[in-house]
């Protein structure tokens, strides 16, 4: 475990930049006084936005300068090739270089796999990375990959997302043999799609707290700790979820707008709705890891605020005082010596 | 279109039985004048359940007797080949013998699948039928197939989901040219897995209202009228946004039993809140549509209670009074002729 965790954060990225970025930092360094921040990007921009926020460059808040920009909208290959001085290629190089443990970034998905996966390299016996979230369920949260890095996942990559899904969330939650569960349309044995099919018996001859079919819901319920599931599944599941939430939401607000009294009723009822909407702020999960590479990169949202943003620096101090890209790599060492 | 449509009711089928199915018929009459219901099994049970809710036989609500019950866990094999005189079977040939124009049963999905597809027969043109719903949207309602009738589509079959999902939609929406969209992780064309690339020309050289790849949550924003899938993604899809929406309703009952305040803030909020829950009540959404058949079967969630039981009885009149195989089978030989 690193003494105090130093986080390089790529300040220019997200859809807004600084001024949520740095904004964040500030926050997150008031919380915590045991962590480092390192600013990544335009000096000047960062600089502007901190004198903005009161806010001076220490040993614990520091800022590197970094020339380039790598657009929301921009090509991974190009930005890869063409951007070596952006602010997330050069957060990632700091991990790399062994002066941060974590990099955050709320730029550009393709770009920041590429990147990072270009940098970092792949953890010995891991075919593809996976992005890992952590979602709310009824009884405290679930942890869910992959969610986009990968289609047409085989069995032998499903049952890689297992492992490093259960290592991560055993050394992140404290908790010694997480439920697993692999996301499929029927509890019975004869259900599920070809892979999903192939991936049970590996799942069922591990030392994996393997659970055995999960549905769609029981990502909310509490019964599972880590769901398992191709990412064009777990991408469709997880917007499928966001999309009914916001109608759910939208709904609630048009009732309590309906006319006078009910905006009255609204009006009491405030409290009661605050505390309820801070419960299924889907801010409070903000940060995806990007799973099986040497070091951390966390994912933000793009349009993250200052108060996401710092959930997602949160995840990636997390996983570097638990060291997580470690210890996926000795539970893997071990299982590759068994082969 | 049928003079007054004449609805099978497998009255033994679902969690409860001829409780909720017989007295869902009744509410269904009180509403519906033009309609005739056939309550179909145990003829004691049903006039048992008759008598306690004071309803009488007659030429709008007959009963006829089958002598056989497919359980809830029964393989669907099995029970094609030897349950001849079940509820769910006599309801499905009552269909095919022109004595009724459609069938609702809340009895085994399996089963119903498997004996609605040997004896209705599929439409020529199709080669797996596909089981859609409606689900409501910011805007109205969304319609959404296939939800779990196959795994691993292959691109023609979700081409041929796409084709029975918009003829659907236009027909009982009455909607000229539904926007019909393919359900994917991103809207670029190179994303998705190799079905979904691989259906996207099909589509895009159709004379559908294809309005390109969409995203979970574009379901519920109403940005699209008829979402094509997969079954292995629509059913997991669906499962997480109930899941999701069960945990929110949790949170929301959890807040307002907080302390004796909330509970008081609670009640005065009740009529709010009260619409609201009906809005998002999914029981309104129930009564799935097995698409594909040359006639109509229209599949109840098995804990059905009588409201919702009731709205599976409408979708099988709405779809009768439309004729919906028949639009289908006629929109699939213009397709079929100019190949």
Redo the contacts between chains.
Sequence with gaps: MPESPIIAIDAMGGDIGPEVTVAAAGRILKQRQDVKLILVGLEDKIKAELSRLNLQTSDRLMIHHASELVGMAEAPALALRKKKDSSMRVAINLVNEGKANAAVSAGNTGALMATAKFVYKTLPGIDRPAIMTTL???KGHTHMLDL?AN??SSAESLFQFAVMGSVTASAVDNVENPRVGL?N?GAESMK???Q?KAAEPLLQNSDLNYIGFV???????GSVDVVV?????G??????????????G???KQ??K?NLL?KV??L??M???K??KQ??DHRRYNGASLLGLKQIIIKSHGGADEYAFGNAINVAILEAEKSVPQCIESHLGDLLQNK
Tied chains: 1, 2.
């Design positions: 709310p369920n009824t986009g289609v047409d996301l349309v599920g799609n070809a999903v549905e769609g819901d029981d990502i909310y319920n599931c191709d990412g064009f599944v991408n469709v599941s997880l917007k499928s979820a966001e999309g009914v939430a916001k109608m759910i939208h709904f609630m009732e309590f309906r009910t009723i609204g009491i009822a409290p009661v709705l505390s309820f419960r299924v």
